[in-house]
């Protein structure tokens, strides 16, 4: 059979898994009941833009159309294999050989080959505005090749071994669709081919729906996804408790309004990856001085934000801003706490600090301070209309930090302006949670370091605050060169002293990896007690495709 169009194979998919049958997104209980509910959407008016290269595309671009070589897996702590199914390092670590998987064939029917690999790692290399997982590991590769379909061949003009996460956790785009395409970076991919287990086979504006990929090289045995656009956490709320979705993430207090409604189907699994922060553009006064930023920090009633926010199913964040389980055997206690009076709720302490920093009351001591060129210290905090964790969060910030003189104002947006206010480098601050990765080099690389570092209007989803540290590139780039354990965590509880001394963002709390189910019709999810794969649908590694292959209909 030759390869189909990637319209023709829209019309073919869908007729195959919904019996030419197609129903509009979001209708009620019926037909469009036998696809998978996924809460992943948010807005209640999607783009049609499936790009996997670009901040404010469809979650499926990256969780379900194009996979990577590997996929990371918190759950298990090691990669799993995907397009690729082993590598090897030689050369000294200045070599990564990277053996792909036999008999793929993309969406469309043609068939997944190295080339692919090599013509997307090449495009984020030559192409300036595309994002990516492989973007910031990129200047340090010398060559990218394939000898064989099914083998990818990368040098490196120097060593670094954390480059092979980014690497082969970078989504691959097919090569015969994509270099025809004359601005990358403007392409919406509107009709996309890819090699992941669904395939898109009705678009609109509320929502769209995906069937099985024919193609697909793994057992697939659910017949599809359901996704819909959401106009903020009320909404999904509400569909969830319901019992209307069968996979989700938030849930308000979900031991009393979600698993005792129904504790034989409902459930959920919150583990702790990463902190929550209140990020302040650093390419701004006076968010510029570190000096500043730490001492808003003892200004902030952490405990409070745990209790409304998150209904006490977190933790106030110590002044690293990493969770203290994230990563077992990298920090001691004493690298992660010897700094805690920066975030305990001290108001006082906030008050003295900011004096010596320069921000002083303007009149009383009841007067809103101004900074060091007389100007009002005002900003606002951005958060997306309708996420009512960071609501709460940003709404508590603002009051504290008025409380000691410094006028702030929680502002709601749309996801998507907030998406590209806060990733254009054009916000005064926001609440967003920090970057994950399989040691803590992502997590510095991301806060303190040249290679994620972009100027203001230009995409970044790491680094969006926009700061860099020498000390910070040195400690990492020594990182890198090495692959002793015990060196690479002596780098590690320096750059966490760093990070105290820097506060790149303000940590706030430890931030839970949302995860709910629903197997009232699909059975199969990732649960504490069961922890293949995260159960977050939206993880910041792709675990959907580990998940979709143990999806069942109950």
């Not at 860099?468 to 090495?482: C, K, M, P, Y």
Request: proline share 8%.
């Amino acid at each position: 059979m030759p390869p189909l169009g990637r319209r023709a194979l829209l019309s073919a998919a869908a007729a195959t898994a919904a019996g030419g049958l197609l129903t509009a997104c979001g209708s009620p209980p019926g037909r469009s009941r036998r696809l998978l509910t996924v809460i992943v959407e948010t807005g209640a008016l999607l783009t049609r833009n499936f790009s996997p290269f670009v901040a404010n595309g469809r979650w499926a671009a990256n969780y379900v159309l194009h996979e990577p070589l590997m996929v990371w897996n918190m759950a298990r702590g090691k990669l799993e294999p995907q397009l690729a199914t082993d590598y090897r390092w030689s050369d000294g670590n200045r070599t990564l050989t990277v053996n792909l998987r036999q008999g793929v064939k993309w969406s469309d029917g043609y068939p997944f080959t190295a080339d692919d690999a090599v013509f997307t790692l090449e495009l984020l290399r030559r192409t300036k505005g595309l994002i990516g997982r492989a973007v910031p590991v990129l200047p340090d590769v010398d060559t990218v090749t394939a000898p064989d379909p099914g083998t990818l061949r990368i040098t490196f003009k120097r060593v670094n071994t954390p480059a092979l996460h980014d690497l082969l956790g970078q989504a691959i785009v097919p090569k015969h669709v994509w270099e025809k395409i004359e601005d990358p970076v403007r392409f919406a991919n509107p009709d996309p081919v890819g090699t992941g287990p669904f395939v898109l086979t009705r678009f609109r504006p509320q929502g769209y729906e995906m069937h099985r990929n024919p193609h697909y090289w793994q057992k697939i045995h659910i017949p599809g996804l359901e996704l819909t656009g959401w106009s903020g956490n009320d909404q999904i709320n509400n569909a969830t408790v319901s019992g209307a979705v069968d996979w989700g993430a938030l849930i308000p207090n979900p031991d009393k309004t979600f698993v005792r409604r129904d504790p034989e189907h409902f459930g959920y699994w919150w583990p702790h990856a990463t902190d929550v922060g209140l990020y302040l553009n650093t390419t701004m006064t006076p968010f510029d001085d570190p000096a500043v930023r730490r001492a808003l920090s003892p200004a902030l009633n952490r405990s409070r934000m745990v209790d409304i926010a998150v209904w006490g199913k977190s933790v106030p964040a110590n002044p690293v801003g990493l969770p203290d389980g994230a990563y077992p055997g990298w920090f001691d206690k004493e690298t992660l706490h010897a700094d805690d009076e920066l975030t305990a709720y001290d108001p006082q302490a906030a008050e003295r600090a900011l004096d010596a920093a320069g921000l002083v009351r303007k009149g009383d001591s009841r007067g809103m301070r101004v900074g060091k060129d007389g100007k009002p210290v005002r900003f606002d905090i951005i958060v997306p209309a309708g996420w009512t964790d960071f609501v709460s969060v940003a709404r508590i910030a603002a009051d504290n930090l008025k409380a000691v003189g410094i006028d702030a104002t929680m502002r709601t947006t749309s996801f998507d302006s907030w998406s590209q206010s806060v990733y254009g480098g054009d916000f005064q601050a926001c609440i967003c949670a920090g970057e994950i990765g399989a040691t803590p080099y992502n997590y510095f690389r991301s806060m303190m370091s040249k290679s994620t570092k972009s100027p203001n209007g230009q995409t970044a989803t790491l680094n969006f605050h926009r700061l860099s540290d020498e000390r910070a590139d040195e400690l990492l780039t020594r990182w890198a060169s090495v692959s002793d354990p015990a060196e690479q965590k002596e780098m590690a509880r320096q750059l966490a002293r760093r990070a105290v001394e820097l506060m790149p963002a303000v940590p706030l709390y430890e931030q839970p990896e949302w995860g709910a189910y629903n197997t009232q019709r699909y059975t199969g999810f990732p649960t504490e007690e069961n922890p293949y794969a995260p159960l977050r649908p939206r993880s910041r590694f792709p675990s959907t495709f580990l998940v979709f292959p143990h999806l069942r209909t109950a």
